[in-house]
């Protein structure tokens, strides 16, 4: 997903839950800052490197991808880009370097958003705002896995656009190029994806890096054929995908606010967002690339106020000239904190099901004073 | 890069440095040694495409494409084994073509580096560079034999001292808590 969800839908699904417009306002830039979040910055203002929330492309090629590499990798991405759907999922006759990977393939209301949503109840905003980019890229990010795999990764060359509904269905061929300069053509079905490499641990092989950002664009319909899925084709359905994820979020985001008591994985709000129904779907639905402006206007209506763009350095002076013991109650600083919690939680989980590539945990023994 | 990795990462390197050196003592032999390192890198790569195929490709749409890959790479390589009379030019075409590869790619990569204000840059382009010049070498000297020696040793012994550098540059070992 990207900033027209990530920043102005979140910001109108946490209106809608009932957050003010100063509140909603905090959880949509950190749901958007989770997809800002790189080592680079953190190491600009001098902040912990581990609370990384992505990657540069740059510091992604300069990743070797040996085990710790992709441990370093896995532990980004599967914690807040792709939220693995079963850490326990099996698939018989495959060996365990296969599940390895196949266990961390994406896909909404897996135990881990459940876990996720509970983890920032009584917490930050902050902490809101991290949950509903995790649980926003679970819907569009649903048959990738946030690790370098080719064999979880990969997708064949038949790949079709689902043009029209019912009776007026139509499929045309999408076709993709490596061009990363030239933006992508929905009209005459032109995409950018990333080139075929055929090392399993190739950096390109990360994510849906493959099928470009067609997962990234809330109007389209498509089916390919995906890498592991013995021959079955998936219909990738967005429009109906983003509008579950908005409801979701809207359902998550109440319970965060103390107005649910719990949160329940495949339950949706529909009695907040009932009245926008067709609004949402007009948007969702418009062929575009970003729809940023469309859920800005959204937003403005319901609060009747302005929602300030995003700007990546809004908060950093203030964390820079904190003191040292007072950071943590900066805005960067209770992010920093949400992304360390939410980080942990994954990747403990995943080592915790047998699974290395999210790296090692080691139990912090807390010595008694003497 | 634990401490076990980065001693193998300078034992590698050192291995190819003195492979380098071994091969320039003796330029005549030096071809076939050269013949050998190349058909055991197609060996060692058909072992791993057939690994990754009984591992994971199998299970993937496409992977048969591995089994293929390995069998017709163990089938080259070992072919390679037995040929020390090969036209030599055809060697030094795989080698310019490798080089050329390798080089452009390191060019760009150390230009975006640059361009997103990282430090590594410097010795990206250098690599990319010395990849380049290879090629040039390789195009200058074209008629005499011993050259395409000589580079590819060059080559070995560049990518060893990288190994090396490699090896030392301060990288951290994350655990998570």
Redesign the interface.
Known sequence: MQEDFHYYATYCASYLAGFSHEESLDICYSAQFVDMCSR?FLSRIKAPG?AATTQ???EM??TVT?I?GI??IT?IWASFHFLPYDLYAT?P???K??LN?YRLICAPNGSLVADTVKLSKNKTLQHAGIAMHVLADTWAHSYFAGTPS??MN?T?SDFYEVIGTGDEKSDRLIKFRHNPSVPDDPEKGLYTNTIYQ?D?NSIMNLGHGRAGHLPDYSFIRYRY?????D?REILKDNPHDYRMAFDQMVYALRYLRGELDDFVTDTYDTEKTGPYRERIGAIIDKRQLLASNDWKSFGEELSGKEIVDFDLFRYQDEYVSADKDKKGETFLGKFINGALEQ??MV??AI?DSGNIL???????VMREAK | MTLLQRIKSIIIGAIMIATAIMINVNLEQGYIILLFILAAGLIVAGIGSLYYYLSMGRFIVGGRMFLYRGLILIDIGSFALTLSDVPRIYVLLYLMFIHTFSGIVEILRALESRQYGARSWKLKMSHGIVNLLVVVACFIFRKYPETLVIVYSLGIAYSGVMNIISALRKRSFIYIQ
């Open positions: 680079t581990l540069l492309q740059m090629m300069d040996d710790l441990q370093n532990r698939k006759g495959t060996t370097r296969f990977k080719l064999a990969n064949d055929s399993e054929l995906p890498s592991w899925a021959y980080k942990g990747s403990k080592f999210a790296g090692f945990f080691a139990p912090v």
